[in-house]
DNA sequence: ACAAATTCTGCAAACGCTTGCATCGCAGAC
DNA sequence: GTCTGCGATGCAAGCGTTTGCAGAATTTGT
């Protein structure tokens, strides 16, 4: 057996300095009650001096449980990812918990990593804001009994609330809202992983503009998710000949991209072409011109899973609902009538 | 004694149902060559039937160090601290490392919690990118001997390696070719905690301005980080009444801002005034105009960061050393020759 | 066929903390 | 002066792993 005398700070070595034993540290540090004052302040005077700082592990471990929100996102880089990530740690900390990060960067095998160490940290809940998602992770989640939320994906759970945004409505506001300017050809300007041929925001896209005017007509186009993505994305269209006057983004973040691709080329943006995006973040607001978009509520969605993850900090989790938020058009200066 | 009878999976159950013990189960796990591949086989395949997930936290105290790199940084929404932060995380992804972010908001108290957060994590290393710092907490940092990287503050130490931008370079170059371009009045726009009135940036920007031209006029604005920030403090600086012809950003967050409200007021960049940033993040480019900036290698101090304080998984680390980077002028479209 | 060398596997301590229960000390009651 | 009651503390088990060492199983050598 290992005599490995322990070099670290722990709870000995500040009671043993304090005089008394492990237990009294351990409750004076919990802010348990019942210490006697002075024994209380002659134990924080010998942490303090010790520079001790508790093993969070160990008080994992014995506890069976830790203060800790894991949340998994697929790009942090996007800033839609990120206000909800803002959102959730503003609310953790509100209560007291700290938050771990994943990003997966719409890579599965890192998604399941992320998963991996979530379980492994047995968090006490799980926020899942991922584009791409396998049935199978679903249910390792599941099995896991931590309660978690899921964006976008999946379907309710007794441990799993789901959160999903109406996209099918707000792309055909958007197409309507297009035609109604007049607008006959129009683009579609994804990232890969929203965009398989079975994805239904695709499949929506080509039904409204469809349905809009059976005459018009509509292509795809798809890029990484990012500014660069939406500019490499607006290059292909441009390329392909196909001349649209109006142009869908999956997000706005590349539909940032997309416009500085265009104005490169010297076409005006919103006389030329239109261009709209999905999220209403920030920078739709910044941009030039100020970018045409759906707004999805990200702290409310934030809010929202916080609560149905770790609501109140009741044990009664209020998870295994399926929560759906419409997306509202906000119109500014990126779109326009269709060049005649 | 309480006999609490375990519920969660845990290495005992498995060893039970693959009729082995403990130790065995875990030499699988990690891997370890010493084991018979039949039983091997037999111990995966009972882990993977009762869906089992090692628990990180007994792992790490057994173990007696975390595979995890800490990151601290002052504001996750300013592209600058994101790919900084990314660099880390996929340098620590390819050794097998996990990462725990926190935020701090700017706020000291949060980087306070932060730092116990990672102490008591015990993490393997810690990247410290924060603009507000205390010498205590450097201390406590150091004291605690996980090998540690601040970021523009502080002083080496043993277990402590410095990287610094030497910002008074960069800033001067700016200042000169403003002022070669005719420009003698300007404005300096920064976000709080970089402006204190001792803050060596307000100074060198002050100085440089009086040695390039003695005449010229200088004056200095601030608003939170980010986009509304740095709008608010354009409209601060215009409501002032005075008309820089020249506007030098702390950062390119905070100058997308600025140009944002600029357009809004009607005054055209770089016609009516010039304005520069800092760090060359990926939006300096695809604004509008390109923003004139000063490239700070983000990714380049991402590797240091992470090669300091978990060089290639050595126990001897490379710490203890400061490093100082320079910036380099990149000049795009938002700067112009001084209106007349 | 038997001893020796070589794999493999199990035992049990240790990691640093929490917490149910036992204990100790002392004030007030009788 | 002994007893009761109660607040404050200590004891020690247990949380789920890892790992040094020893013992069991298997192979090799003769």
């Known amino acids: 057996m290992r005599k490995r005398r322990s070099l670290a700070m722990n709870l000995d070595a500040v009671a043993q300095k304090a005089g008394v034993s492990t237990s009294t540290v351990s409750r004076v540090l919990n802010n348990l009650e019942i210490v006697k004052t002075s024994t209380r302040s002659r134990v924080l005077r010998a942490a303090e001096e010790l520079n001790y700082h508790p093993n969070l592990h160990a008080r994992s471990l014995?506890?069976?449980k830790s203060r800790i929100l894991g949340i998994i996102v697929s790009n942090m880089e996007n800033p839609f990812f990120l206000d909800i990530y803002r959102t959730l740690e503003s609310d953790a900390h509100a209560q007291g918990l700290e938050v771990v990060v994943a990003n997966t960067d719409y890579r599965s095998e890192q998604l399941l990593a992320s998963v991996q160490l979530m379980i492994g940290l047995r968090v006490a809940g799980l926020a899942v804001i991922v584009s791409e998602m396998e049935?199978?992770?679903?249910?390792?989640?599941?099995?896991?009994?931590?309660?978690?939320?899921?964006?976008?994906?999946?379907?309710?759970?007794?441990?799993?609330?789901?959160?999903?945004?109406?996209?099918?409505?707000?792309?055909?506001?958007?197409?309507?809202?297009?035609?109604?300017?007049?607008?006959?050809?129009?683009?579609?300007?994804?990232?890969?992983?929203?965009?398989?041929?079975?994805?239904?925001?695709?499949?929506?896209?080509?039904?409204?503009?469809?349905?809009?005017?059976?005459?018009?007509?509509?292509?795809?186009?798809?890029?990484?998710?990012?500014?660069?993505?939406?500019?490499?994305?607006?290059?292909?269209?441009?390329?392909?000949?196909?001349?649209?006057?109006?142009?869908?983004?999956?997000?706005?973040?590349m539909a940032v991209g997309v416009m500085r691709e265009l104005r490169e080329e010297g076409l005006q943006i919103p006389k030329d072409v239109s261009v709209t995006g999905f999220d209403n973040i920030k920078l739709a607001e910044f941009c030039s011109p100020p970018l045409t978009t759906n707004h999805i509520p990200r702290e409310q969605i934030g809010h929202i899973i916080f609560q149905s993850v770790l609501g109140n900090g009741r044990e009664q989790y209020d998870t295994g609902r399926e929560i759906v938020i419409d997306p509202e058009l906000v119109v500014r200066d990126s779109t326009g009538v269709a060049k005649s």
Chains 1, 2 share one sequence.
């Open 62 to 64: 014995a506890r069976g």
């Open 135 to 253: 049935e199978h992770l679903i249910q390792t989640v599941g099995n896991s009994r931590i309660p978690a939320a899921f964006y976008d994906v999946g379907t309710p759970q007794k441990n799993i609330t789901n959160i999903r945004v109406d996209y099918r409505k707000g792309i055909k506001k958007t197409v309507s809202y297009l035609s109604a300017l007049g607008h006959r050809r129009m683009a579609f300007v994804g990232h890969h992983s929203t965009l398989g041929p079975i994805s239904e925001r695709r499949k929506t896209f080509l039904e409204s503009v469809h349905r809009c005017s059976p005459s018009a007509e509509a292509k795809i186009f798809a890029g990484p998710d990012g500014l660069d993505g939406g500019r490499q994305a607006a290059r292909e269209l441009l390329e392909s000949g196909f001349r649209p006057t109006a142009i869908l983004c999956v997000n706005d973040f």
